[in-house]
């Protein structure tokens, strides 16, 4: 796979619109984005929806245990109205309904699975299982996750996917974790990145991408650092790189 963009929309475009929506991924395109991160998370009965946290509150009108909920109780949720009255009644989507979305937009896609404890498999089979059935074009497709269990496994079942561990901070072992997977690429925050870091991981053949930045000014450097794509939750601000792209 060549990575064919320097600017992925984070949740979407969490700053455009409400994060993880449909709208989001909508308000991403608009925003010039040629890929978009959203989070792919478990819930009761076996249901994969987009959504980042373990709390409902935050980003819906509903409360309670994300991991909990039926799918017919997040069906039922405005996901919008908290960001603003213009997106009153938009919807936590499903992840069919994210792919079918994404691919109908043209869009490359950075799923991360957001899985804390040790069960993987009661997620990762899914999630891998939807991608098998429904997404088309691997490589407009990335799977990442903090959870390096759950990649492994992703590893295990698809050994083609691109894989992408992410890190607040990377660990000095990472190279070994990123070849346990043959992973695609190394994402991380790039608050905590150093040069040498970012040089040693390109060195090494990884693509390296940097979440969230949303000041370009604050990641300047990075490119030179030898940074592939940054994660934004606002691709507007990154426009100026679309020629270069």
Same mark, same amino acid.
């Given at each position: 796979?060549?990575?064919?963009?320097?600017?992925m929309?984070h949740?979407?475009?969490?700053?455009?619109?409400?994060?993880?929506?449909?709208a989001?991924?909508?308000?991403?395109?608009?925003?010039?984005?040629?890929?978009?991160e959203?989070d792919v998370?478990?819930?009761?009965?076996?249901?994969?929806?987009i959504f980042?946290?373990?709390?409902?509150?935050?980003c819906?009108?509903?409360?309670g245990?994300?991991r909990?909920?039926?799918p017919?109780?997040?069906?039922?949720? $405005?996901? =919008?109205s908290?960001?603003?009255a213009?997106?009153?009644? /938009?919807? @936590? *989507?499903?992840?069919?309904?994210?792919l079918?979305c994404i691919?109908?937009?043209?869009?490359?896609?950075?799923?991360?699975?957001?899985?804390?404890t040790?069960d993987?498999?009661?997620?990762?089979?899914?999630?891998?299982a939807?991608?098998?059935d429904?997404?088309?074009?691997?490589?407009?497709?990335m799977?990442?996750s903090?959870n390096?269990?759950?990649?492994?496994l992703?590893? $295990?079942? =698809?050994?083609?996917r691109?894989?992408a561990p992410?890190y /607040?901070? @990377? *660990?000095?072992?990472?190279?070994?974790?990123?070849?346990s997977i043959?992973?695609?690429?190394?994402?991380c925050?790039?608050?905590n990145l150093t040069?040498?870091?970012?040089?040693?991981?390109k060195?090494?053949?990884?693509k390296l991408?940097?979440?969230t930045?949303n000041?370009?000014?604050?990641?300047a450097?990075?490119?030179?650092w030898?940074?592939?794509?940054v994660?934004?939750? $606002?691709?507007?601000?990154?426009?100026?790189l679309?020629?270069?792209?």
């Amino acid at each position: 796979m060549e990575l064919n963009t320097k600017v992925m929309g984070h949740r979407g475009a969490a700053l455009l619109a409400p994060e993880n929506t449909l709208a989001s991924i909508r308000a991403a395109v608009s925003a010039g984005a040629t890929w978009v991160e959203i989070d792919v998370y478990l819930i009761a009965e076996g249901g994969l929806v987009i959504f980042h946290d373990d709390q409902l509150d935050r980003c819906t009108n509903g409360s309670g245990v994300t991991r909990e909920a039926r799918p017919t109780d997040i069906a039922a949720l $405005d996901a =919008g109205s908290h960001f603003s009255a213009d997106f009153a009644g /938009e919807k @936590v *989507p499903t992840l069919l309904e994210a792919l079918e979305c994404i691919q109908s937009l043209g869009l490359g896609l950075n799923l991360e699975i957001k899985h804390d404890t040790a069960d993987v498999d009661t997620i990762v089979p899914a999630v891998m299982a939807m991608l098998r059935d429904h997404w088309q074009d691997n490589n407009k497709l990335m799977i990442s996750s903090f959870n390096l269990a759950a990649l492994q496994l992703c590893y $295990d079942i =698809g050994d083609q996917r691109h894989l992408a561990p992410l890190y /607040e901070f @990377v *660990p000095e072992d990472w190279a070994e974790q990123l070849a346990s997977i043959k992973a695609y690429s190394l994402n991380c925050d790039y608050l905590n990145l150093t040069q040498d870091q970012a040089q040693a991981i390109k060195a090494a053949g990884y693509k390296l991408l940097c979440y969230t930045a949303n000041d370009p000014d604050a990641v300047a450097e990075y490119w030179a650092w030898g940074m592939d794509a940054v994660i934004t939750d $606002d691709p507007t601000r990154f426009a100026f790189l679309s020629n270069q792209q």
